[in-house]
């Protein structure tokens, strides 16, 4: 009998593949092969990747740009001749200008903007005076000079900063510290606007330096002086809002949310934001329920009581740390340097199962809206919120708090924020300002609200992450008239938590399935609607066309890596040709290897980097080998693969051979009849590998009449070998320090769950 087998060995730029028979006694024939070479799925110019629609994307932002600040000057061109502060332009040469790019240059207009140093004609100089000094706009030429020093602000209005994306890094960073700067310039020089600074340096002849090399703030430089200069003229309060809208409308980014991913649990719901309380409840409320603790009292390790599940909560709700260190709550529940780790050594009293270097995430928005609106911080806003009311009835209190978290996830502006909130919750001004500084994070997780609400009440009971997936949509498969019978309810949860319990993993979806048909008259296809923890995004079905099996497109949420989708592509036109030919079918056994360059671009760039270093070092090896077995044997010597190997042992071991404690030196290993060879630490008899991890160099006679197939703890002088090695077990713990304080606090993973 013949299996037919497929294997695939995927590249970053390649596909190879083979198709071979096997029979019995693993005999193979070979059926079919070939190779396939494709471009990469990212650009890489001098080592460095980027994606291939980078530069396309730079010039189009580019494109926009300068069309945006074309179209700023027209729309304050429209103004400006509207109300005769400017030389007329028909509209016909603005249009001219806005979609065939042609330039206006009638001589009136370029007059306009002709500047001369002599006559004090040049748009610093205006600014200054219209600050400073109350035109006559009955006159044709001062009207002209005011609209000349609002087209200059039309040509550069500054930097804009944003509260969604404005982090502690972008605060002190190069733009920011730059207007900063540039304020402190303007007080030392005596000057409140910066139309006056400018001129200031403007007028300066000994001054070379380009006034434009500075970075300024649209709110803070542009438009206090735009409104000094307005109040100083008194133009009409239409005059003013129709310039400030041509001059400083910015319209809004494009809605990220349609590239968001589609829920695990729930297939036709979005992701949920990572910010949003009811996820920060569900994460906090995973990772406590696992977390276990063995006291004095007790034999084993254990989950955590109700009272001491109450102790821990509060330190998730601090506004100054959103994210802590598991000892924080060690110590809440053992007390100061009375716990530890359950796999470290030590005999403290309380042990965990969760090292106290493990980052935790808290619920930095709970936190924050706490401090505003209270403990009752949802009630608290139903009563004060003011757009309770939609034409079906009063909002639900969920309802309400989403509103207020889309005004937190939406509005760039503090100000507008704060008078949202003063408006809208009624609050004072201190409450605004704090409302106004709540950050919300842009992540999301891997589930939708849906499922998450779904699977709260059951981690609230105290219940595991797993198991309360496993019961969330048991609900909506038996319908509420069933759930919401107290008795049939508890029937429901007991065997299936029996179940959950005893049962062994791959049989549990089976018996609860099986244990709801049995005792419900349900509708064909509910039980599979059942949650499962392992559940995760899938490719989309195979297609049959003509009586022929093709597979879909492997475009999923899940897989952003442009280099893994470039080769997923290839891969699937190759097996569907060969489904084509019928070379395979269905009954095909498929064998992948997957390159790790297809990891993501920090991944293959950290590979990379490990591996340059590794050549580096083996560079290094080469020479000193040659050096020291020079000066040691005055012989020369060409070092092998192995004799490097050999010399980074000799390093890692300091020069010492761990099992006998003696000096080793580099003629003791090298050349031939070496006194000492590579040994497994763990014998290749009981399964270890010629991996470096499970190698040392070690003494050939010993190793031979001694150790033989022994693991190292099965020697005599196993104690003195511990003592040799100690220096590896600090480094070994002072790495897994670092690795702990590595954190992830996005979605499940940040939660530990086992």
């Known amino acids: 009998m013949k299996k037919r087998i497929l294997g695939l060995d995927t590249g970053t730029n390649s596909l190879g593949w083979a198709v071979v028979d096997r029979y019995e006694y693993d005999n193979y024939t070979l059926v079919k092969h070939g190779g396939l070479i494709f471009q990469e799925?990212?650009?890489?110019?001098?080592?460095?990747?980027?994606?291939?629609?980078?530069?396309?994307?730079?010039?189009?932002?580019?494109?926009?740009?300068?069309?945006?600040?074309?179209?700023?000057?027209?729309?304050?061109?429209?103004?400006?001749?509207?109300?005769?502060?400017?030389?007329?332009?028909?509209?016909?040469?603005?249009?001219?200008?806005?979609?065939?790019?042609?330039?206006?240059?009638?001589?009136?207009?370029?007059?306009?903007?002709?500047?001369?140093?002599?006559?004090?004609?040049?748009p610093y100089y205006y600014r200054h005076l219209c600050l400073h000094q109350k035109l006559d706009l009955e006159r044709q030429d001062e009207r002209y000079i005011l609209g000349r020093a609002f087209y200059h602000f039309a040509q550069r209005r500054g930097f804009?900063?944003?509260?969604?994306?404005?982090?502690?890094?972008?605060?002190?960073?190069?733009?920011?510290?730059?207007?900063?700067?540039?304020?402190?310039?303007?007080?030392?020089?005596?000057?409140?606007?910066?139309?006056?600074?400018?001129?200031?340096?403007?007028?300066?002849?000994?001054?070379?330096?380009?006034?434009?090399?500075?970075?300024?703030?649209?709110?803070?430089?542009?438009?206090?002086?735009?409104?000094?200069?307005?109040?100083?003229?008194?133009?009409?309060?239409?005059?003013?809002?129709?310039?400030?809208?041509?001059?400083?409308?910015?319209?809004?980014?494009?809605?990220?949310?349609?590239?968001?991913?589609?829920?695990?649990?729930e297939p036709k719901c979005p992701?949920?934001?990572?910010?949003?309380?009811?996820?920060?409840?569900?994460?906090?409320?995973?990772?406590?329920?696992?977390?276990?603790?063995?006291?004095?009292?007790?034999?084993e390790l254990r989950c955590l009581s109700l009272e001491e599940k109450e102790k821990i909560r509060s330190l998730f709700y601090r506004v100054s740390k959103p994210n802590f260190d598991f000892e924080d709550i060690a110590k809440a529940l053992a007390g100061k340097g009375q716990c530890q780790y359950i796999k470290d050594v030590g005999d403290k009293p309380y042990k965990f199962n969760y090292r106290m270097t493990q980052g935790v995430p808290a619920c930095p928005t709970t936190a924050q809206l706490i401090k505003i609106f209270g403990d009752d911080w949802k009630d608290a806003i139903a009563e004060t919120y003011r757009l309770n009311n939609t034409r079906f009835g009063q909002k639900s209190v969920a309802q309400m708090v989403d509103d207020m978290l889309n005004v937190l996830s939406t509005f760039s502006s503090d100000s507008k924020l704060q008078l949202w909130a003063?408006?809208?919750?009624?609050?004072?001004?201190?409450?605004?300002?704090?409302?106004?500084?709540?950050?919300?994070?842009?992540?999301f997780t891997s589930l939708s609200l849906k499922a998450i609400h779904k699977i709260l009440p059951f981690l609230r009971q105290g219940y595991i992450y797993s198991h309360a997936v496993e019961l969330a949509n048991i609900p909506t498969i038996v319908g509420e008239e069933i759930w919401n019978n107290i008795d049939k309810q508890r029937f429901i949860v007991r065997n299936i938590q029996d179940m959950l319990l005893y049962?062994?993993?791959?049989?549990?979806?089976?018996?609860?399935?099986?244990?709801?048909?049995?005792?419900?008259?349900?509708?064909?296809?509910?039980?599979?609607?059942?949650?499962?923890?392992?559940?995760?995004?899938?490719?989309?079905?195979?297609e049959q066309k003509e009586g022929i099996y093709q597979l879909g497109s492997p475009r999923t949420n899940a897989i952003r890596n442009p280099m893994a989708m470039r080769s997923l592509h290839e891969m699937?036109?190759?097996?569907?040709?060969?489904?084509?030919?019928?070379?395979?079918?269905?009954?095909?056994?498929?064998?992948?290897?997957?390159?790790?360059?297809?990891?993501?671009?920090?991944?293959?760039?950290?590979?990379?980097?490990?591996?340059?270093?590794?050549?580096?070092?083996?560079?290094?090896?080469?020479?000193?080998?040659k050096e020291l077995y020079l000066q040691e044997t005055g012989r020369n010597i060409d070092p092998t693969e192995t004799d490097i190997r050999k010399y980074e042992l000799w390093e890692e071991q300091s020069h010492k051979c761990l099992y006998t404690g003696a000096e080793i030196g580099i003629a003791d290993f090298l050349g031939d009849n070496p006194k000492y060879d590579i040994e497994h630490t763990i014998p290749r008899s009981v399964g270890g590998d010629s991996i470096m991890e499970n190698l040392t160099l070690c003494d050939s006679r010993y190793n031979r009449d001694v150790k033989k197939a022994k693991m190292p703890s099965e020697l005599a002088n196993h104690e003195e070998i511990l003592t040799r090695i100690e220096g590896w077990k600090k480094n070994y713990e002072t790495l897994t320090y670092q690795i702990d304080k590595c954190r992830t606090h996005a979605g499940m993973s940040s939660c530990g769950l086992m």
């Open 41 to 122: 799925g990212v650009k890489i110019e001098k080592k460095v990747e980027s994606s291939k629609a980078a530069e396309r994307t730079g010039y189009r932002s580019l494109r926009k740009h300068y069309f945006r600040r074309r179209l700023r000057k027209i729309e304050v061109l429209r103004v400006l001749v509207k109300h005769n502060l400017y030389p007329y332009l028909s509209d016909e040469l603005l249009h001219a200008w806005h979609v065939h790019k042609t330039y206006p240059k009638t001589d009136d207009f370029m007059l306009w903007q002709r500047t001369s140093d002599n006559d004090d004609k040049n």
């Open 503 to 542: 049962q062994d993993q791959c049989t549990k979806d089976f018996c609860i399935k099986d244990f709801l048909l049995d005792n419900f008259n349900l509708n064909p296809g509910t039980v599979d609607k059942l949650y499962h923890p392992s559940m995760i995004e899938t490719y989309k079905d195979v």
């Open 422 to 443: 003063e408006k809208n919750l009624q609050l004072n001004e201190e409450q605004c300002k704090k409302f106004a500084g709540i950050k919300l994070s842009h992540g």
């Open 160 to 265: 804009l900063s944003n509260r969604l994306d404005s982090t502690p890094e972008q605060e002190t960073g190069k733009v920011q510290t730059g207007i900063s700067d540039l304020t402190r310039e303007m007080e030392a020089a005596g000057c409140e606007y910066l139309g006056d600074y400018f001129y200031q340096i403007y007028s300066d002849p000994n001054n070379h330096e380009r006034i434009r090399i500075r970075y300024t703030d649209r709110e803070q430089h542009y438009k206090k002086e735009f409104h000094a200069i307005c109040e100083m003229q008194q133009l009409s309060q239409d005059l003013v809002t129709e310039l400030d809208k041509a001059l400083y409308f910015q319209r809004p980014l494009k809605s990220q949310r349609k590239g968001v991913g589609k829920c695990t649990f």
């Open 271 to 299: 992701r949920c934001a990572e910010s949003h309380p009811d996820f920060e409840e569900f994460r906090m409320l995973s990772f406590i329920n696992n977390i276990k603790i063995k006291t004095p009292r007790d034999l």
């Open 572 to 625: 699937r036109k190759v097996i569907n040709q060969l489904l084509r030919e019928k070379i395979i079918d269905s009954n095909t056994e498929v064998h992948v290897e997957y390159a790790r360059g297809l990891n993501d671009a920090n991944m293959r760039k950290a590979i990379a980097d490990y591996q340059c270093a590794q050549d580096q070092k083996h560079q290094k090896y080469q020479n000193s080998i």
